[in-house]
């Protein structure tokens, strides 16, 4: 099995910063893209931003220019730093990735319980 830990959220006032972090554990044979997706109360989950094992990344159109995806491969660790925040981003943020196992040796969808941001004066 594997187990996304999303942390860093929290309250924040508007033109603040926080950083997200993921870290993946269990059998982990690797890890291909990961992202970060958010849901806000009564709206769709949507994608925030994905970054392939190399280092491909790309964002949503709300947050470009705002948010930057990183991930260390050696620690099976991704990151969001989200800077100038807006009340707009206040979401659920959830992590989530592509992962072989090594049980299965098979492509698996992973998701974490999700660490809340709140922007708000």
Do not use: H
Not at 44 to 59: C, D, F, K, P, S
């Amino acid at each position: 099995q594997v187990q996304l830990v999303e942390s860093g959220g929290g309250l924040v006032q508007p033109g603040g910063s926080l950083r997200l972090s993921c870290a993946a554990s269990g059998s982990i044979f690797s890890i291909n893209p990961m992202g970060w997706y958010r849901q806000a109360p009564g709206k769709e989950r949507e994608l925030v931003a994905r970054i392939t094992w190399g280092g491909r990344t790309n964002y949503a159109d709300s947050v470009k220019g705002r948010f930057t995806i990183s991930r260390d491969n050696a620690k099976n660790t991704m990151y969001l730093q989200m800077n100038s925040l807006k009340p707009e981003d206040t979401a659920l943020y959830y992590c989530n990735a592509e992962v072989v196992t090594m049980a299965t040796m098979k492509l698996e969808d992973y998701w974490g319980q999700g660490t809340q941001v709140t922007v708000s004066s």
